[in-house]
């Protein structure tokens, strides 16, 4: 990759502008970009770094994927701006068809927006209008966004620091989380998790129930995988409380967990489905699609995005989606099953490992003080200081960007670009094992 391009440009002068123009809240910034290729990402003082959480699980075909950035720019030659509900447009027709056929079971129509952020809260709107009811019900520990209304379903409070909404119509259930799960206290899996929705429903709700949220493999939260089962029985109890099931596929969608969707691993077909982050290979683009019945309770002008199925986003998701369905996605999942086999190795390698999940090509590796008991003394506490040192350690002794998170901060996650190598998945399992090493006693 060239670097002549802006030769006065470096890392710290950068870092510098954002400093003094752009509000604090984008300070965990810590690889600037210059320019990125398939895994690779270069800063501008020449650096390159594998990546290996792809701009948080979204450039699902590859940073610059060649017919994805070819789609764009002939969108650009024709049209670049064109209200979806001034002027329908082709890109995004061709989409919405394209997402009929590739989204799960009676999956129909979809609608158009930027982030995804607002497809959730527009997949609640049109739940609401088809239901007529107004409770939402969605998990602790769970991450939909950062608007106001998203940001009421988010079971983290971590994201909410004095912003949070004063009023609203949500109830939180417990985590199908099972290495910390609050239900079976280390014992084997009772599927409590599961029946506590019918709990919370009494108990919180007025039996006014629109519908209930879930991610098929929490992200933020820590790429929690839920025993198999579970969200067969919440759709089972979200339908048998007349409420819609909205499955958030904003991370799990395009390919990352091996599968299409996270919901191919179950046995469901949502009632809406949210999608966006790898929806356009980087472009912004949100979108949730329902069953026609559903989605034709919104009628004309109930909901409407300017900007929302922007023409060039539209394009470039449907070359995403060619492109993923041309191999990647088999990629994800051939690669994700090594992954996983390696990740255990680590987990028996390491006391600090407490545990290691997830599907396809999203990993996540817990990090532990196996000497402290954690939360309600179910597990070990999470090490959350351990997570960012190794992090820190990835990034600058080994060039590679890997995610840490999860509720407790403890977790390093794997969510590469689905078309890495064997090579370079190597590469960087071999590096994790390094910084764990390398900053485990320090
Ligand atoms: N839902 C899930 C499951 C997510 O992981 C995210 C982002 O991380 C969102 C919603 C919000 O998406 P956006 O940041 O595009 O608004």
Not at 158 to 175: G, L, S
């Amino acid at each position: 990759m060239s670097q002549d391009y802006k030769p006065t440009v470096t890392n710290a002068s950068v870092q510098e502008q954002f400093e003094e123009y752009v509000m604090p809240t984008w300070k965990s910034l810590n690889v600037p970009i210059s320019r990125a290729e398939g895994c690779t990402v270069e800063d501008f003082d020449g650096n390159e770094y594998l990546d290996v959480f792809s701009g948080i699980s979204v450039t699902n075909a590859g940073h610059r994927k060649e017919e994805v950035v070819e789609a764009t720019k002939e969108q650009l030659d024709e049209f670049i701006h064109g209200c979806t509900y001034l002027h329908p447009h082709q890109p995004a027709a061709d989409l919405a068809e394209k997402l009929e056929a590739v989204t799960p079971g009676d999956l129909k129509k979809s609608f158009f927006a930027n982030s995804g952020t607002e497809a959730v809260e527009g997949a609640i709107k049109l739940a609401r209008k088809y239901t007529g009811s107004k409770e939402v019900i969605a998990l602790e520990m769970s991450f939909h966004g950062r608007t106001l209304g998203s940001l009421a379903l988010t079971g983290n409070k971590a994201y909410k620091n004095d912003m949070a909404p004063t009023i609203n119509d949500v109830a939180h259930v417990v985590p199908p989380y099972s290495y910390r799960c609050q239900l079976c206290d280390g014992g084997p899996c009772s599927m409590d998790c599961a029946e506590d929705l019918e709990r919370v429903i009494e108990t919180h709700t007025s039996g006014d129930l629109a519908a209930v949220v879930v991610e098929p493999v929490m992200g933020e939260g820590g790429i929690i995988v839920p025993p198999g089962g579970w969200l067969e029985r919440v759709q089972e109890i979200t339908h048998n409380h007349d409420g819609l099931l909205i499955v958030d596929e904003i991370q799990t969608g395009y390919g990352r967990t091996g599968e299409m969707w996270g919901v191919n691993h179950f046995d469901v077909v949502p009632d809406i489905m949210p999608q966006a982050k790898g929806i356009a290979n980087g472009l912004p683009l949100g979108a949730f699609t329902a069953r026609e019945e559903v989605a034709n309770a919104f009628e004309s002008g109930d909901h409407l995005s300017t900007f929302g199925g922007n023409p060039v986003a539209c394009a470039a998701a449907l070359a995403t989606i060619e492109q993923l369905e041309n191999g990647i996605v088999e990629n994800a999942g051939e690669q994700g099953e090594w992954l996983t086999s390696q990740l255990a190795d680590l987990e028996a390698k390491y006391d600090v490992v407490g545990d290691t999940r997830g599907l396809g090509l999203m990993q996540g590796v817990e990090l532990i003080d196996p000497d402290a008991d954690g939360p309600r003394g179910v597990a070990p506490a999470p090490n959350a200081d351990l997570a960012k040192r190794v992090g820190k350690h990835l990034r600058t002794e080994e060039n590679i960007i890997m995610g840490v998170g999860g509720f407790h901060g403890n977790v390093m996650r794997f969510q590469p670009p689905l078309t890495i190598s064997r090579e370079d998945l190597k590469r960087s399992v071999e590096a994790l094992d390094e910084s764990i090493a390398a900053v485990v006693d320090i």
